[in-house]
């Protein structure tokens, strides 16, 4: 039998013929999907359909920033109908699950769109407009930016952090070590959803395995907001340490600096001694470095700034500074517009939020 969208007069290239089978076969898997999830969700019980919304809120988000591959906890709902795969990696303590197709963020789009009758802006709004707390909504920003600095290391096999910084800010004279660090993010998030006890032992997994992926938000006092140590050969690492702020009024950026600083690891917020409630934990991180014979070589030090108000969004002019081979890299609007595709939405999201 002769497919509908065949006409043997016209002899048409396989390849034409194969793109319009594929594209078929593509609805199809895509209806079948949608179906799947849609009756999934009706079915359930109230608690399940909570908890679904709350897995799709993410996987929806994380799909609009563009993300390449999703983690989420582990659901079983989301893996009998074909939506995620079932995952275990390194460092973990369970199981979790991924989110990688194309077309599978496709169908969670327009399924999350169906079920909550909204679209993006809207729901990004919701989530800000939620949060009455100034830390909290700090803390959604954070997430948003953590997920956007792992899809953009992830749009470029073996991306190097000379690479993410000539495509943000141009050519310059960057350090040498820039050239072979290669920014290699695939999981996110505070040491327990790793799958560690502490920010110690996570990091002494970065110190013992080359190719860990790892970008950890740490929970100890660290002071960064994130943070990753990455090998480059023998004892020779670099650190990616990064500081996310919505700003309400006056950007204290010495203050700010001072919490991407390597070897003010635990120290204070003016960056003049270790912070009293830690010694002990910067004590054991100094005894694992020294243990390691380990050596940070560079660090890259990014400080993402946005001011909730769009009449105070300047920083100085200057977005890129040398602190020895450290790289400290300001974000004003114009370089989160080159790192985040709905950048727009964003600032319209963030600049109509007034609780601040």
């Given at each position: 039998m002769?497919?509908?969208?065949?006409?043997?007069?016209?002899?048409?290239?396989?390849?034409?013929?194969?793109?319009?089978?594929?594209?078929?076969?593509?609805k199809?898997?895509?209806?079948?999907?949608?179906?799947?999830?849609?009756?999934?969700?009706?079915?359930?019980?109230?608690?399940?359909?909570?908890?679904?919304l709350?897995?799709?809120?993410?996987?929806?988000?994380?799909?609009k920033?563009?993300?390449?591959?999703?983690?989420?906890?582990?659901?079983?709902?989301?893996?009998?109908?074909?939506?995620?795969?079932?995952?275990?990696?390194?460092?973990?303590?369970?199981?979790?699950?991924?989110?990688?197709?194309?077309l599978?963020?496709?169908?969670?789009?327009?399924?999350?769109?169906?079920?909550?009758?909204?679209?993006?802006?809207?729901?990004?709004?919701?989530?800000?407009?939620?949060?009455?707390?100034?830390?909290?909504?700090?803390?959604?920003?954070?997430?948003?930016?953590?997920c956007?600095?792992?899809?953009?290391?992830?749009?470029?096999?073996?991306?190097?952090?000379?690479?993410?910084?000539?495509?943000?800010?141009?050519?310059q004279?960057?350090?040498?070590?820039?050239?072979?660090?290669?920014?290699?993010?695939?999981?996110?998030?505070?040491?327990?959803?790793?799958?560690?006890?502490?920010?110690?032992?996570?990091?002494?997994?970065?110190?013992?395995?080359i190719?860990?992926?790892?970008?950890?938000?740490?929970?100890?006092?660290?002071?960064?907001?994130?943070?990753?140590?990455?090998?480059?050969?023998?004892?020779?690492?670099?650190?990616?340490?990064?500081?996310?702020?919505?700003?309400?009024?006056?950007?204290?950026?010495d203050?700010?600096?001072?919490?991407?600083?390597?070897?003010?690891?635990y120290?204070?917020?003016?960056?003049?001694?270790?912070?009293?409630?830690?010694?002990?934990?910067r004590?054991?991180?100094?005894?694992?470095?020294?243990?390691?014979?380990?050596?940070?070589?560079?660090?890259l030090?990014?400080?993402?700034?946005?001011?909730?108000?769009?009449?105070?969004?300047?920083?100085?002019?200057?977005?890129?500074?040398?602190?020895?081979n450290?790289?400290?890299?300001?974000?004003?609007?114009?370089?989160?517009?080159?790192?985040c595709?709905?950048?727009?939405?964003?600032?319209?999201?963030?600049?109509?939020?007034?609780?601040?």
């Open positions: 002769i497919p509908h969208y065949i006409n043997p007069t016209v002899n048409p290239s396989k390849s034409v013929v194969l793109e319009k089978a594929i594209s078929a076969n593509k199809e898997i895509s209806d079948r999907l949608k179906s799947r999830l849609i009756s999934s969700y009706h079915e359930a019980s109230d608690e399940t359909k909570q908890n679904l709350k897995l799709l809120d993410v996987l929806y988000i994380g799909s920033l563009g993300l390449d591959r999703i983690n989420i906890k582990l659901s079983q709902d989301l893996i009998n109908v074909g939506i995620a795969s079932l995952h275990s990696g390194l460092g973990r303590s369970s199981d979790y699950c991924i989110v990688e197709e194309p599978v963020k496709d169908v969670l789009t327009e399924v999350y769109e169906h079920l909550t009758k909204k679209k993006f802006g809207e729901i990004l709004s919701q989530r800000l407009d939620m949060i009455t707390d100034e830390r909290t909504r700090g803390h959604y920003f954070q997430l948003l930016c953590t956007l600095l792992k899809n953009f290391c992830n749009q470029k096999p073996n991306l190097t952090v000379f690479d993410f910084l000539e495509k943000l800010y141009g050519e004279q960057y350090p040498k070590w820039t050239k072979e660090a290669k920014l290699n993010i695939e999981s996110a998030g505070d040491c327990e959803e790793l799958g560690f006890s502490n920010d110690i032992e996570t990091i002494k997994f970065m110190i013992d395995n190719d860990h992926g790892l970008l950890l938000k740490p929970q100890d006092q660290l002071r960064p907001d994130l943070f990753s140590l990455q090998k480059l050969k023998v004892n020779d690492y670099w650190s990616l340490l990064c500081s996310t702020k919505l700003v309400r009024k006056f950007y204290e950026r203050n700010d600096k001072h919490s991407t600083n390597f070897d003010k690891l120290w204070n917020k003016t960056g003049t001694e270790v912070n009293s409630q830690v010694t002990k934990k004590e054991a991180l100094d005894s694992l470095l020294k243990t390691k014979s380990i050596r940070n070589i560079g660090s030090r990014l400080h993402i700034v946005i001011h909730t108000k769009p009449q105070m969004k300047k920083l100085p002019a200057e977005l890129i500074e040398y602190d020895g450290d790289i400290v890299a300001y974000f004003n609007e114009d370089i989160f517009k080159k790192f595709s709905n950048a727009t939405e964003v600032f319209n999201v963030v600049h109509d939020v007034n609780k601040l």
